[in-house]
């Protein structure tokens, strides 16, 4: 079969991003006024006082198994479902809605998980999905209420594109595709930064055009879980927080061995001036850490959100913490601490990790599902405890999908999956948005190794959020080079 050849055209577009990019921090002296006045116009325009907006990128870290998450039930869908999920020593296929659960089977297996719960879409934002059933994994009872509550959304079939790509034109090598596809590392760089090799993510370059209207930029993109490249932008970097809150210089707070002293004394060595520009450059860098920290932790202190219950794992029928509604907490708390910490645009990432299930899926899995279910609904509760539900947007991402066919207990690395929108007023939920692919119908999606041909690109469900976010039309080519070969540029899941 002869392949495209990977995407040449996204290095020049990047490029020219990068040197529009670069005028904001002045790198380019004098020419870059009118592109920053133009960033500074962004406040009066899209973030009056009082104004807040988020996005939360929860990244499912492995490559989310989506055709377990969300799944058509009509007869033809589920028949060809079950026959490529039956096979191997530990099928993997899910039972149909109102199969009761079996408490005597092994846990975790789909037997003792039972039917998968139907969802009521609306059917007003794809028609073409109409007359057909869905449901989502039977350990998801919270994301169904969501879903049916209005405020989740299901965006089907995503993934990298560089343009619009028919499983013919795959087959003819006839159109560019993205490169180093099924790779956990380029494809989770491709979800987040819309490149293997981009040295910023699509979040952090929405930051940097907003980053005008927050009094503290260095607080416009927060991690919770360690270095991401979706945050970093040109001018703007993540700010790295854990549950406690921000990650202090260690030998300050406190005595050091034992002796006060000893710490002040740390304090002035690595604050101090230097002849030497390397020594001065650590310098500046370590002192506005530790003032950043401090200014921080204050208005993180300050902020408190109900603190998250444990979740039932089916996998072992115990309940226990949940590590991810432990950080979607220590976010909940820092969009409530935003105005004291003089923001009015951020961009958050998390991520959950244990999603390469080529092996034992229906243990990992199902516990996997358990715990999103779980941190949705409450990471929805934590915002509208601080009274920002509407002004906060999350959605799901991952490396990738995972194939259709079974491996005999788990599944192989697949392209295309569906991803979850999650908000208040301004995410459009209890929707489908795209056309969900006809499992088993060979033309419309599946392509070797029965994965999934995305039928909706990450630069329009990225736009989408990044026009919600307050950036226009042109801001948005900059961001995503790719948008402009796609006839859609909103898919229409934000109001």
């Given at each position: 079969?002869?392949?495209?050849?990977?995407?040449?055209?996204?290095?020049?577009?990047?490029?020219?991003?990068?040197?529009?990019?670069a005028l904001v921090s002045g790198a380019a002296g004098t020419m870059g006024v009118p592109f920053a006045l133009n960033l500074a116009a962004l406040a009066p325009a899209h973030a009056q006082a009082g104004d807040y907006k988020a996005i939360v990128c929860l990244f499912?870290?492995?490559?989310?198994?989506?055709?377990?998450?969300?799944?058509?039930?009509?007869?033809?869908?589920?028949?060809?479902?079950?026959?490529?999920?039956?096979?191997?020593?530990?099928?993997?296929?899910?039972?149909?809605?109102?199969?009761?659960?079996?408490?005597?089977?092994?846990?975790?297996?789909?037997?003792?998980?039972?039917?998968?719960?139907?969802?009521?879409?609306?059917?007003?934002?794809?028609?073409?999905?109409?007359?057909?059933?869905?449901?989502?994994?039977?350990?998801?009872?919270?994301?169904?209420?969501?879903?049916?509550?209005?405020?989740?959304?299901?965006?089907?079939?995503?993934?990298?594109?560089?343009?619009?790509?028919?499983?013919?034109?795959?087959?003819?090598?006839?159109?560019?595709?993205?490169?180093?596809?099924?790779?956990?590392?380029?494809?989770?760089?491709?979800?987040?930064?819309?490149?293997?090799?981009?040295?910023?993510?699509?979040?952090?370059?929405?930051?940097?055009?907003?980053?005008?209207?927050?009094?503290?930029?260095?607080?416009?993109?927060?991690?919770?879980?360690?270095?991401?490249?979706?945050?970093?932008?040109?001018?703007?970097?993540?700010?790295?927080?854990?549950?406690?809150?921000?990650?202090?210089?260690?030998?300050?707070n406190g005595p050091l061995f034992g002796s006060s002293l000893a710490s002040s004394n740390l304090h002035t060595i690595i604050t101090a001036g230097s002849d030497h520009l390397l020594m001065q450059e650590h310098a500046a860098v370590v002192k506005r850490s530790i003032?950043?920290?401090?200014?921080?932790?204050?208005?993180?202190?300050?902020?408190?959100?109900?603190?998250?219950?444990?979740?039932?794992?089916?996998?072992?029928?115990?309940?226990?913490?949940?590590?991810?509604?432990?950080?979607?907490?220590?976010?909940?708390?820092?969009?409530?601490?935003?105005?004291?910490?003089?923001?009015?645009?951020?961009?958050?990432?998390?991520?959950?990790?244990?999603?390469?299930?080529?092996?034992?899926?229906?243990?990992?899995?199902?516990?996997?599902?358990?715990?999103?279910?779980?941190?949705?609904?409450?990471?929805?509760?934590?915002?509208?405890?601080?009274?920002?539900?509407?002004?906060?947007?999350?959605?799901?991402?991952?490396?990738?999908?995972?194939?259709?066919?079974?491996?005999?207990?788990?599944?192989?690395?697949?392209?295309?999956?569906?991803?979850?929108?999650?908000?208040?007023?301004?995410?459009?939920?209890?929707?489908?948005?795209?056309?969900?692919?006809?499992?088993?119908?060979?033309?419309?999606?599946?392509?070797?190794?029965?994965?999934?041909?995305?039928?909706?690109?990450?630069?329009?469900?990225?736009?989408?959020?990044?026009?919600?976010?307050?950036?226009?039309?042109?801001?948005?080519?900059?961001?995503?080079?790719?948008?402009?070969?796609?006839?859609?540029?909103?898919?229409?899941?934000?109001?």
């Amino acid at each position: 079969m002869k392949r495209p050849p990977d995407d040449l055209r996204f290095s020049a577009a990047r490029r020219h991003f990068l040197r529009t990019s670069a005028l904001v921090s002045g790198a380019a002296g004098t020419m870059g006024v009118p592109f920053a006045l133009n960033l500074a116009a962004l406040a009066p325009a899209h973030a009056q006082a009082g104004d807040y907006k988020a996005i939360v990128c929860l990244f499912l870290n492995g490559g989310n198994d989506a055709t377990n998450m969300v799944l058509p039930t009509d007869a033809a869908s589920w028949a060809a479902y079950a026959a490529a999920r039956s096979n191997g020593p530990d099928p993997i296929a899910l039972l149909p809605p109102g199969t009761a659960a079996d408490t005597g089977a092994r846990p975790g297996t789909p037997s003792a998980l039972g039917g998968v719960l139907p969802i009521m879409p609306r059917f007003a934002a794809a028609p073409v999905n109409a007359g057909r059933p869905f449901a989502l994994h039977p350990a998801m009872a919270e994301a169904a209420d969501l879903f049916q509550a209005g405020r989740l959304a299901v965006v089907a079939n995503v993934g990298p594109l560089i343009e619009p790509l028919t499983r013919d034109e795959w087959m003819a090598g006839t159109r560019r595709v993205p490169s180093k596809l099924y790779s956990h590392n380029d494809q989770a760089a491709t979800w987040q930064a819309l490149h293997p090799d981009a040295g910023a993510g699509w979040g952090g370059r929405l930051a940097d055009l907003m980053m005008s209207v927050n009094g503290q930029a260095r607080f416009s993109c927060m991690s919770v879980s360690g270095n991401a490249v979706f945050g970093a932008g040109q001018s703007v970097q993540p700010y790295q927080v854990e549950k406690a809150g921000a990650i202090a210089v260690q030998g300050l707070n406190g005595p050091l061995f034992g002796s006060s002293l000893a710490s002040s004394n740390l304090h002035t060595i690595i604050t101090a001036g230097s002849d030497h520009l390397l020594m001065q450059e650590h310098a500046a860098v370590v002192k506005r850490s530790i003032d950043a920290q401090v200014e921080f932790q204050a208005a993180f202190e300050a902020s408190t959100v109900p603190s998250p219950s444990p979740y039932w794992s089916p996998a072992n029928r115990l309940t226990q913490p949940s590590d991810l509604a432990l950080r979607l907490e220590t976010i909940a708390r820092v969009i409530g601490a935003h105005a004291a910490l003089g923001t009015r645009r951020q961009v958050f990432f998390v991520s959950i990790t244990g999603f390469d299930t080529h092996d034992h899926q229906n243990a990992v899995h199902s516990d996997l599902m358990a715990k999103l279910s779980h941190g949705l609904a409450y990471f929805d509760s934590a915002i509208a405890a601080t009274g920002l539900r509407d002004s906060v947007t999350l959605f799901t991402a991952s490396d990738f999908g995972r194939a259709l066919s079974s491996n005999g207990d788990g599944t192989d690395h697949g392209w295309g999956a569906h991803h979850f929108v999650l908000g208040g007023a301004d995410v459009r939920g209890g929707e489908i948005f795209g056309r969900f692919p006809e499992i088993g119908v060979e033309h419309t999606a599946s392509i070797d190794s029965n994965a999934l041909l995305p039928a909706l690109s990450i630069d329009q469900l990225g736009a989408t959020i990044g026009r919600w976010f307050g950036a226009g039309d042109t801001d948005l080519d900059l961001v995503f080079p790719n948008l402009r070969n796609f006839s859609s540029r909103d898919l229409g899941f934000m109001a």
